[in-house]
């Protein structure tokens, strides 16, 4: 609750209904290097991070399995196989996909 002193500002970008999300996981377990932030539109395909292992040597690239906002990302710079790294919404209001099991990448 605010004091009646207070101006609230009117926000300038419309709000987004998000009805239902997705975890993605990894299939991979590594280092982790996140591309995208939290409240970011992502493409199907978008590259949104990448697995590496401590030397380099191997590479793993985490598309995105469809359109969404990303609600929630995994900060920890080590994953295992199987962990959620990324929640993304399967958001009806911009056509973006359908409400499906949690998918892995």
């Not at 300038?12 to 939290?38: D, F, Q």
């Not at 985490?62 to 710079?77: D, K, L, M, R, T």
């Not at 959620?84 to 499906?100: L, M, P, Q, R, W």
Request: glycine residues 8%.
């Amino acid at each position: 609750m605010l004091r009646v002193e207070i101006e609230v500002p009117s926000s300038n970008t419309p709000s987004v209904l998000i009805e239902a999300t997705r975890w993605v996981r990894a299939n991979y377990s590594g280092l982790m290097h996140v591309k995208v932030v939290c409240g970011e539109l992502i493409d199907k395909g978008q590259h949104i991070a990448t697995i590496t292992d401590p030397y380099g040597k191997f590479r793993y690239p985490v598309n995105a399995p469809h359109n969404g906002y990303i609600i929630n990302v995994n900060e920890a710079s080590l994953v295992y196989q199987g962990d959620a790294i990324f929640n993304i919404s399967t958001d009806k209001t911009t056509g973006h996909g359908k409400n499906e099991a949690e998918e892995e990448v």
